[in-house]
């Protein structure tokens, strides 16, 4: 469950910007939160705003912190892979994320420059927070501080192996993962299971290949997938894959999607590729969003609306706000010009984005503006402009 | 982290203008910038509504007022059209009933009779004649009918400034559309 995130000094995020997916304040009955550790969380939360505005990089920075934390130690570039804004050596980048793992709240910040980390940190929350581990660069001896604090519960603690080597560029947890640290490798899986089509370079298409692996392998999803989608209008019965092996070695093997059409009590199969780019879009998406539902993690969409219609769009919103298909309390993050999804939801879960005159992405939710209430049509008063974040186009 | 922010976006107000032709909107779009940014907390959406009836200009308007909650919906016309003439209030009604508050007709005539008087020019009598005249004179200056780059140069801050002392329309169209108050 993520609580929190933040950034500044990352791609177009000149100024720290904060998203929030859960907040305090007495139990919401919409139906739109679940509520845990005495906060309201948000089951989604729109990103919305102009082409260009800076959407995607909010969530490279997210998808580049988790990719910090769980797998930098693999990465054996020396540059951490991302720009800070307009190359900006300025000042450091920050990022930062609170979120629930096993039970408890937690908060990691990282300060770094593209090379270098200065200062890493988790936290966990009791009365207050209190550090499981800080790392700090010290500039004179060239060297980091490691402290840790011991706690009383075994699960939480952190142990850092004495022969490990701490890169410049790696964070503690993953080069603690290397040494089967216990909860780090815990931690690590948690990450993972953050599901989506975004990584650290942006928006990364879903394989079909991939996909078609993942379903021959899960069988139970496969199932949930062909059901769902034999219930949305395409035309389709069910979907199965297949495993053939390749000639002439037949070593290789692939993975073929199909559909079932039944027309006039007669079956025919057909081959995913030659189903419509909506169909094929609706397949691949539910192999990140299906498992989120079922583990109740998080899913980071970014162009939630490419090829849907926006009934679609509005259906898989529809998915994660109620309890029946989303009972586990799964968190959909997306990003969608369709944007039908913003009369679904409350002002706290709608993060406008815009650039201003320097090309600075700036992010708020509008819940931060004044003289909004969520039973204004949200959807008619952005296409108007009432709330800003909508592009600025002049007449050709 | 989860601290509420004391900074408040505000709330702008929104007008949508529906203007007549193409020569049209490309001044009014020209007035919007020289008189509204980003930052301005009324956001205007020049809307290039077409040609044809007046009510035809009205009905596009109001269609896409129907599509978005502006603030605010006005449409610009010329005024040398008959139907205007004839049946203004009944237009007018009917226009309000659609959501679109006001219709501004430009005078005197037509759009290029009230440019040329805003450049200072000699007007006519008709809005061909206006239309020829603005042609001729600016035959040189322009690459297209009417490009923006043009109007730009040929109507500069300073020049509409000054007209607007004189030109009541002028100003009553500034006030009217770019700033929050009204």
């Not at chain 1, 309201?40 to 995607?56: E, P, Y």
């Not at chain 1, 700090?136 to 060297?143: C, L, V, Y």
């Not at chain 2, 659609?98 to 007709?105: F, L, P, R, V, Y």
Request: proline share 3%; charged share 25%.
């Amino acid at each position: 469950m993520l609580i929190s995130f933040s950034v500044k000094n990352f791609a177009s995020i000149k100024e720290k910007i904060t998203l929030q997916f859960a907040h305090m304040g007495k139990e919401e009955q919409s139906g739109l939160y679940f509520r845990e550790h005495d906060l309201n969380f948000s089951k989604a939360v729109l990103i919305a705003g102009g082409n260009g505005s800076g959407k995607t990089n909010i969530l490279k920075a997210l998808r580049f912190l988790i990719g910090f934390i769980s797998f930098s130690f693999y990465n054996k570039q020396p540059q951490l892979p991302y720009q800070t804004y307009f190359d900006d050596k300025s000042q450091l980048t920050e990022l930062e994320i609170e979120f629930v793992f096993e039970k408890h709240r937690y908060r990691y910040i990282l300060h770094c420059s593209p090379t270098t980390v200065f200062y890493e940190a988790l936290f966990i929350k009791k009365s207050s927070f209190n550090f499981i581990f800080k790392r700090t660069w010290d500039p004179q001896t060239e060297a980091y501080t490691i402290s840790k604090k011991n706690h009383s519960d075994p699960v939480i603690q952190f142990t850092w192996p004495r022969e490990a080597k701490l890169r410049n560029n790696a964070s503690l947890i993953s080069t603690a993962v290397q040494f089967n640290q216990d909860f780090s490798v815990r931690l690590k899986a948690y990450f993972e299971k953050y599901q989506g089509n975004v990584d650290f370079l942006g928006k990364v298409d879903f394989d079909l290949a991939d996909v078609s692996k993942f379903y021959f392998e899960n069988k139970d999803i496969k199932e949930q997938m062909s059901q769902l989608l034999s219930q949305l209008d395409l035309g389709l019965s069910a979907i199965d894959v297949v495993k053939l092996n390749t000639p002439p070695t037949e070593k290789q093997e692939v993975y073929i999607p199909y559909g079932t059409h039944i027309v006039a009590g007669k079956s025919f199969n057909l081959g995913l590729a030659v189903e419509s780019g909506g169909t094929r879009k609706l397949y691949t998406l539910c192999s990140a969003i299906l498992p989120a539902l079922i583990q109740g993690s998080v899913v980071i969409i970014d162009e939630l609306d490419a090829e849907l219609h926006p009934m679609m769009v509005e259906k898989i919103v529809q998915l994660f706000l109620s309890e029946r298909s989303n009972p586990h309390h799964a968190q959909l993050i997306f990003i969608s010009h369709c944007l039908q999804p913003l009369n679904m939801l409350d002002k706290e879960q709608i993060v406008l984005v815009e650039k201003d005159e320097t090309l600075n992405t700036s992010a708020w939710h509008l819940s931060d503006t004044e003289d909004v209430r969520n039973d204004q049509n949200f959807l008619k008063k952005y296409l108007s402009g009432t709330y800003g974040a909508v592009p600025h186009i002049g007449l050709i | 982290m989860l601290a509420k922010s004391n900074y408040k976006h505000k709330s702008n107000i929104t007008k949508l203008v529906g203007v007549e032709g193409e020569d049209g909107p490309i001044f009014i779009e020209h007035l919007k910038n020289l008189y509204t940014n980003r930052k301005s907390l009324v956001q205007v959406t020049v809307y290039p509504a077409g040609g044809g009836s007046v009510q035809d200009i009205i009905n596009r308007t109001a269609k896409k007022f129907a599509m978005a909650d502006y603030s605010q919906g006005f449409c610009i016309i010329d005024d040398d059209r008959d139907e205007w003439k004839r049946w203004q209030g009944k237009i007018k009604n009917d226009a309000t009933e659609k959501g679109i508050q006001e219709i501004i007709a430009l005078q005197p005539i037509c759009l290029e009779c009230f440019l040329l008087g805003l450049l200072n020019e000699k007007t006519c009598n008709s809005s061909k004649d206006c239309k020829s005249a603005f042609k001729r004179i600016f035959k040189t200056e322009r690459k297209v009918d009417f490009d923006n780059q043009f109007i730009a140069r040929r109507f500069p801050k300073q020049l509409i400034e000054q007209q607007r002392k004189k030109n009541q329309l002028l100003d009553y169209i500034i006030k009217t559309l770019f700033e929050r108050g009204i």
